[in-house]
């Protein structure tokens, strides 16, 4: 079962950590807009794709994860350069140095991880993401986007970006198309702002499910229903519409979604099942919460298991 999972960041690689425990054929496609932090030096320095989002995802799916993420989220205490590096920023750049470009570069690490996936960078330009904000604002870099004291109105490229062609290939050859939980406008949405992607989702006859948040992010989804997740992400799709939407059900500790609201202002995400009807689409329930250090994540093998039992029903 071969299945095209579109996002970046944190979300997507719980979700593939899921996945890869189950016989799925995974190609992950990675957003590279991020700026901030050691990749945007990286990005200033060799004028490449993020390859922060990448190291994550390249985590998730090797098999010895923990002893991975350990080396790959190492980060230099230093007065020197390297000073806030990650030494699998450093190594996937290394990487493409050697090799060309972050596609070939990422298989020359892949050899040595022995991934239970495919990673591949939806570009290999130097883009940089733009966001028009409630008040008219013009925010220029992802990284800039999710700081900027206001509500994202839409997110587009300064530049058109040259979209891998494995990335149209694993789209074309998917039984199924995954949105991953994440920031819908900084990790999902620029996947789908390339008119080749949108053209070779209408064209796959794959099913589109989407993963849905847990909790609203503050200045992408405040105060956001399952269905405004939905009806965002479909406005950003081409012809070809959501068919499932995977949501939560299970309840979780009074205390913790509290601390969230009043710390981090984030809400959970309510289901509005007449409005996910209207559109037809499919509801894909049950309880996805994990509690992680007082942290709220899905239980991804559980979301694996239905995306499984939905693709084979």
């Known amino acids: 079962m071969k299945v095209a999972v579109l996002g970046g960041g944190t979300g997507m690689s719980q979700l593939l ?28 320095e060799f004028h490449t794709p993020a390859v922060g989002d990448i190291r994550k995802v390249l985590i998730s799916l090797s098999e010895n994860e923990e002893e991975i993420k350990k080396l790959f989220d190492y980060r230099f205490d230093t007065s ?68 900027y004291n206001d509500r994202i109105k839409e997110v587009y490229y300064k530049e058109t970006p040259e979209v891998n062609p494995d990335v149209l290939k694993a789209i074309k050859e998917a039984d199924a198309i995954i949105l991953s939980m994440g920031s819908l406008f900084t990790s999902i949405i620029p996947n789908l702002l390339c008119r080749e992607v949108k053209k070779e989702i209408d064209n796959s006859k794959a099913k589109i499910i989407y993963v849905c948040n847990i909790m609203t992010q503050p200045g992408e989804t405040d105060n956001f229903t399952v269905g405004d997740h939905v009806q965002l992400l479909n406005k950003y799709l081409g012809k070809r519409k959501i068919d499932a939407v995977i949501l939560n059900n299970g309840e979780i500790d009074s205390n913790i979604v509290k601390n969230y609201e009043t710390t981090e202002q984030k809400d959970l995400v309510k289901a509005n099942y007449d409005i996910l009807n209207k559109m037809n689409v499919h509801v894909i329930e049950n309880d996805y919460i994990m509690i992680e250090n007082g942290m709220i994540r899905h239980n991804t093998l559980r979301v694996a298991i239905d995306i499984l039992s939905y693709l084979l029903d």
Do not use: Q, W, Y
Not at 21 to 42: E, M, N, Q
Not at 107 to 124: A, M, Q, R
Not at 129 to 145: D, N, Q, Y
């Open 17 to 44: 950590r899921g996945l890869k425990k189950l016989p799925f054929d995974i190609s992950a496609i990675v957003s590279v807009c991020d700026d901030g932090s050691s990749t945007g030096r990286l990005r200033e």
């Open 80 to 147: 020197s350069d390297l000073d806030g590096h990650a030494l699998g920023n450093l190594l996937l750049t290394g990487a493409a140095e050697i090799t060309g470009n972050v596609s070939d570069g990422i298989e020359l690490v892949n050899s040595l991880l022995k991934l239970k996936g495919k990673v591949i960078p939806l570009t290999e330009d130097d883009v940089t993401l733009m966001g028009k904000m409630a008040s008219g604002k013009v925010v220029m870099g992802e990284h800039l986007i999710t700081e």
